[in-house]
């Protein structure tokens, strides 16, 4: 098992940033991938950034530029720094934890972080 916290939400203006942490915990030596996805009301749950634990990253078309993900292993945290942020990128921010056994992926998530962007 894989337990996840997520903290650093909040309310922010238009053109701001954040930076979201996520701690992780329990068995963390199976983990292949980390990511960010976020979920809007009424909107399905999108992903926003992923981080594999070789430490390559991948970015939705819509964050792109705006968005790092990064990993510090000695903490157990993946950040999610957020840039330029857009009214749309108001939604609930829930970090994921993955693992790969024999073909079946495995998914780990915390329990979300609300950030709202203000126009």
């Known amino acids: 098992q894989v337990q996840l916290v997520e903290s650093g939400g909040g309310l922010v203006q238009a053109g701001g940033s954040l930076r979201l942490s996520c701690v992780a915990s329990?068995?963390?030596?199976?983990?292949?991938?980390m990511g960010w996805y976020r979920q809007a009301p009424g909107k399905q749950r999108e992903l926003v950034a992923t981080?594999?634990?070789?430490?390559?990253?991948t970015y939705a078309d819509f964050v792109k530029g705006r968005v790092t993900i990064s990993r510090d292993n000695a903490k157990n945290t993946v950040y999610l720094q957020m840039n330029t942020l857009k009214p749309e990128d108001t939604a609930v921010y829930y970090c994921?934890?993955?693992?790969?056994?024999?073909?079946?992926?495995?998914?780990?998530w915390g329990q979300g972080t609300q950030v709202t962007v203000s126009s």
């Open positions: 994921n934890a993955a693992r790969v056994v024999a073909a079946v992926r495995y998914d780990y």
């Open positions: 329990g068995s963390i030596f199976s983990i292949d991938v």
């Open positions: 981080i594999t634990s070789g430490g390559r990253t």
